[in-house]
């Protein structure tokens, strides 16, 4: 009968382990071999929460990303990265954050470019290729998983990722073309593939979510002439691994190729499930991800065995169920959770209650349904508490967004005009200078908030005590000599769960942590039902900020995109309503703002282009709905009033035109990592408004020179006038310590005075 695993579980442990483990041996707090050892703590642990499961996985566990584990595994870290001194550990974090722990500053590299992992908030390292690209294989991490195992009585299923995926993700820094390291790198994966057999793994999970792409005629050759190599390269059982969507023209591709098992996403591509059955070979184990690995509701078990048993019945031992990817993507254990509405916990199920579905799946199919009949109607009873509470519906926010017209979202004026008003209200400098939003969040700010909401300090204090953060957030821009300043954000937990805090039709976890890239953890909200405003949400801060500087300041609002894909979003209705309805409430504010004083309110849209669907065929639909919520939640202010956004770690030269139409009067955008890579689009494209190309990479603990940020600078002007350029870092500073932002900044505000000295 059917077969039971797992594509990955969370690394980062049920309460964030792993990042405080990291974070301590960055410090100098723990050594190389005590980290080792917490990490192998925490893959104990993982095996014991899947212990349930017919296969034993290795390989979904890495101290940073699994993609520069993928480098590391291929000996193909960059050539600035080898040529420093120290281990294999301090090289593989100077890839990563461009510092080793114990590094001083001759010591620091250029980290790794870093964006995001498909359509998902995860970020992943890219792979460098040029000329001198090699690839040797250093199976050493790998292995030591396996062997850690011991004798066990399961198959051992390794987890890699795949040579064609992996390719597809990396960037070359010359004009090698990443297909023509295709030879070369089969090598070593035939190399790698064989150690595995050797160390007694049966099957390994080759990952290929590249394949629900596009891919063009060449790159759809290469998968049939490097999975015909590896076929070859030893007796080791491939499952060719795709997810996050529908296989459509790779389906016939996957299915010719030599491998023993393909796993299809059946959450995102039910329609594929047959047709995959049907041009599958005889001999081919067909695993179905059933629950989704991406969000948080429980599956409708129900509905799920009436299509399955049937497939099963049809493909008996053939059939594996899983998840439908990696479960990186949704919190541990909602056993934690006894601080969450109850009602609201019924309908939730985190990863540890995704595997106990499959279990109960499998029972019923080899047992019948009345095996597991207690287990089912309680499933049924929380989905219909689900469907029929009052809470999830609000009718006045459903006619508020039926009632919306297209003047929503536009602006009195073009930009041109609106231009003109805000320079002469605003009497800025060439190339002014600001920063994204956040400052620091100190541990003494993280007591305080828990300190709070423990009930150890009333709201006086807290509030008191906030005031005073602030008070030292403004004295420090104006010394340093910002143009445009921030409040710091102080009271923010984070960028999303704080404005759903404020918002109807949100929940919250204690212990929902997910992992965005190495130790930054996010605690997305949870977004359950119709969203509305009940009151202001920022504006007394900001206000507040305002009236100690003379300065314009900056009103800083997530943006109803950014909130909807970074928050476990409602899977009753289309994405497109929930924005809607976000796209208002973040319109009373901003209105609200304006109402205030505030001359500059920016509106962050850091997940526009991870929203994108990985089809091309499905971009403008996205695009159009996206770009109009956006539009809608900034379009209600007047001309003279100054519409920052922002966005961060993506590729956007291919949605540039769908940028400009969300008509920001100023877009600020991450470029530093990628050494300005994203300003080679404006070359041909003529961006209408004025920007701000991040020059400090703030996911580095590295200090900027002055003469780096001149020199990123200068290559922007080139291609942009230096009138419409703004002068900022990549994104917000939270994750930071003060001792690096200041020397950061200043050296930042030196460059722009001297840009300003030589423009005249």
């Not at 490097?226 to 059982?237: F, M, P, R, T």
């Not at 109960?360 to 095996?371: P, T, V, Y």
């Not at 202010?637 to 519409?643: F, G, P, R």
């Amino acid at each position: 009968m059917s077969l039971i695993h797992n594509l990955g579980f969370p690394r980062i442990g049920a309460r964030r382990e792993l990042k405080f483990a990291l974070e301590a041996y960055w410090r100098g707090d723990l050594n190389e071999a005590q980290l080792n050892d917490k990490a192998a703590t925490l893959r104990t642990l993982n095996r014991e929460r899947q212990q349930d499961l017919d296969l034993i996985q290795v390989g979904d566990f890495s101290l940073y990303d699994q993609v520069l584990d993928m480098s590391v595994t291929l000996g193909n870290l960059p050539t600035r990265v080898l040529q420093t001194e120290g281990g294999e550990l301090e090289r593989y974090f100077r890839a990563a954050r461009g510092r080793a722990a114990g590094d001083t500053a001759c010591q620091c590299v250029h980290a790794g470019e870093m964006t995001k992992w498909f359509d998902t908030n995860y970020h992943y390292i890219v792979p460098e290729f040029d000329r001198s690209t090699r690839f040797s294989l250093n199976s050493d991490r790998l292995v030591q998983q396996v062997r850690e195992l011991g004798a066990e009585d399961k198959p051992v299923k390794a987890v890699v990722l795949g040579p064609l995926t992996y390719l597809s993700l990396g960037k070359s820094k010359d004009e090698t073309q990443p297909l023509q390291l295709l030879p070369e790198l089969l090598e070593v994966y035939g190399e790698l593939l064989t150690e595995l057999a050797a160390e007694g793994v049966e099957w390994v999970q080759i990952d290929e979510p590249a394949l629900v792409t596009d891919l063009a005629n060449d790159w759809q050759q290469a998968y049939r002439q490097a999975y015909q190599q590896l076929a070859s390269a030893s007796g080791i059982k491939l499952l060719l691994t795709t997810y996050f969507g529908a296989l459509e023209d790779n389906l016939a591709l996957a299915c010719s190729l030599p491998v023993a098992g393909i796993h299809l996403d059946a959450v995102k591509a039910p329609q594929e499930v047959q047709v995959l059955i049907n041009h599958a070979r005889p001999d081919q184990v067909i695993s179905l991800g059933v629950v989704d690995g991406r969000n948080i509701w429980r599956t409708d078990l129900e509905a799920l065995l009436d299509w399955l048993e049937p497939v099963s019945r049809q493909l008996g031992e053939r059939l594996w169920l899983a998840p439908s990817c990696s479960l990186l993507h949704v919190p541990v254990d909602l056993a934690l959770e006894q601080e969450l509405d109850a009602e609201i916990r019924s309908w939730l199920a985190f990863a540890q209650q995704k595997l106990d579905e499959l279990k109960l799946i499998q029972r019923a199919l080899r047992e019948g349904r009345s095996a597991v009949a207690d287990a089912l109607l309680e499933n049924q009873v929380a989905l219909q508490s689900r469907r029929a509470s009052a809470r999830v519906r609000n009718p006045q926010v459903r006619a508020a967004v039926a009632a919306m017209e297209p003047s929503l979202g536009q602006r009195q004026s073009p930009y041109a005009e609106r231009a003109k008003l805000q320079h002469a209200r605003l009497r800025l400098p060439l190339y002014p200078t600001t920063t994204i939003g956040s400052f620091p969040q100190t541990d003494q700010l993280r007591q305080l908030r828990r300190a709070v909401r423990q009930g150890e300090i009333d709201e006086s204090t807290y509030r008191g005590a906030i005031k005073q953060e602030i008070e030292r957030c403004i004295e420090q821009q104006e010394a340093l000599g910002l143009d445009v300043l921030v409040h710091g954000e102080a009271e923010r937990n984070d960028m999303v769960e704080y404005f759903g805090q404020q918002l109807d039709g949100y929940t919250f976890s204690r212990f929902g942590w997910v992992q965005s890239y190495g130790s930054r953890c996010v605690k997305p909200p949870i977004l359950f039902g119709d969203i509305s405003r009940p009151k202001a949400m920022t504006v007394e801060w900001t206000q507040y900020a305002q009236s100690l500087t003379k300065k314009p300041m900056k009103g800083m609002l997530t943006g109803p995109v950014t909130i909807l894909n970074w928050s476990f979003v409602r899977d009753d209705q289309p994405l497109e309503a929930t924005a809607y309805q976000l796209a208002l409430a973040i319109r009373q504010e901003v209105q609200d703002l304006e109402a205030a004083g505030i001359d500059i309110i920016q509106i962050d849209e850091a997940a526009l282009r991870e929203g994108l669907p990985l089809r091309k065929s499905q971009w403008q639909s996205y695009l159009d709905w996206a770009v109009e919520a956006f539009r809608i939640s900034a379009n209600g202010v007047a001309d003279s009033t100054q519409i920052h956004t922002h966005m961060c770690y993506s590729e956007f030269n291919d949605i540039l035109p769908a940028i400009a139409r969300m008509d920001a009067d100023v877009i600020t955008i991450e470029t530093s990592r990628s050494d300005m890579e994203l300003l080679d689009a404006f070359e041909t494209f003529s961006y209408p408004n004025e920007i701000g190309p991040g020059v400090y990479d703030i996911h580095s603990p590295n200090v900027p020179s002055e003469a780096s940020v001149y020199a990123l600078m200068q290559r922007a002007a080139e291609r942009i006038p230096a009138q419409r350029l703004w002068v900022n870092p990549d994104c917000g500073l939270k994750t930071r310590q003060w001792s690096e932002v200041i020397p950061a900044l200043r050296n930042m505000v030196a460059a722009a005075h001297r840009l300003r000295a030589e423009a005249g």
